[in-house]
């Protein structure tokens, strides 16, 4: 049986405008790849930040490893990562699940 595996992002966007086209693009192409998203955002009620103080949090759960990493280093959103890297600062975490 193959696990789960998820992606972590903690984003800082420094210009939504921009910003927003990336949203726009970047959620059906996650789904195209077998991903779900379970957390976009939101209030965020931090109680223990001592290694680590987030800004906006979204969290996708993929089938697999393979889908997850065939998503983020696939030729199609290789132009939506530029666009994130250029309006954002991010942390970026692939997670394997239980």
Do not use: C
């Not at 209030?43 to 996708?60: H, Q, Y």
């Not at 132009?79 to 394997?96: H, V």
């Amino acid at each position: 049986m193959e696990q789960e595996y998820y992606l972590l992002v903690d984003v800082d966007i420094h210009n939504i405008d921009e910003y927003k086209k990336y949203l726009d693009k970047v959620k059906p192409m996650v789904e195209k790849f077998g991903g779900k998203y379970l957390i976009k955002g939101g209030e965020i009620d931090a109680k223990e930040t001592d290694l680590w103080k987030p800004t906006r949090i979204v969290l996708v759960q993929f089938p697999n490893k393979i889908s997850a990493l065939n998503w983020y280093n696939s030729e199609e959103y290789r132009p939506l990562k530029n666009l994130r890297l250029n309006n954002a600062t991010s942390n970026i975490l692939f997670i394997e699940g239980v």
